[in-house]
């Protein structure tokens, strides 16, 4: 939208101009969604802040790489991914133990437990998508990123994220149909 591209342009700049200012707007409009996205590529709390925070610093440092013609958004999430694929090609293998994994909290977990049991359910089945999958379902549908933005900020063709979009709603489906059979017979 032309208000969310201005806003966009103005934190640019104001990183660019004024440094500390524009780092503060940048952690305050994308801190959250960075975060919340790096809740979905790992499975330790303390891992996905690290990650989120290194992303944000690599898009401070980087500031003047950004082409004004594509989405903030997307370029900031793609910095996100990258450097989430090199500490897993680091790490190799792939991802944290399963037995470190914890929910991600929310405001609203004693409210509502049931949909606390959903959303750790729903975090868990997408942590267990092959890594590919996993980045495109954080960007189309967590990132809220149309098919092409995630095409570009994973540097493949929109018809791989739509292939890739395909099987991981197979596998989702069935694991989290596993999970809400497994919760009526309970």
Not at 30 to 41: C, Q, V
Not at 67 to 80: D, E, K, N, Q, V
Not at 164 to 174: D, E, N, P, V
Request: proline share 5%.
């Amino acid at each position: 939208t032309p208000i969310l591209a201005h806003r966009e342009m103005e934190i640019w700049r104001d990183i660019i101009e004024n440094g500390d200012s524009g780092v503060e707007r940048l952690v305050s409009e994308y801190g959250d969604r960075l975060l919340a996205a790096a809740s979905l590529l790992r499975r330790g709390d303390a891992d996905a802040e690290d990650l989120a925070f290194r992303a944000l610093e690599r898009a401070v440092q980087r500031i003047r790489s950004y082409r004004p013609t594509g989405s903030f958004f997307a370029w900031l999430y793609a910095i996100l991914l990258n450097l989430h694929r090199m500490d897993a090609r680091r790490r190799c293998p792939e991802t944290v133990p399963a037995e470190s994994a914890e929910a991600v909290p929310d405001a609203t977990e004693a409210a509502a437990p049931d949909r606390a049991a959903d959303r750790a359910a729903v975090r868990e089945a997408v942590l267990a998508l092959p890594p590919v999958q996993r980045e495109t379902v954080v960007l189309h549908f967590f990132a809220g990123l149309s098919v092409e933005e995630s095409a570009r900020a994973l540097g493949v063709p929109p018809g791989t994220v739509k292939s890739r979009i395909f099987h991981a709603k197979a596998a989702l489906r069935a694991a989290l149909g596993e999970t809400a059979a497994e919760g009526r017979t309970t």
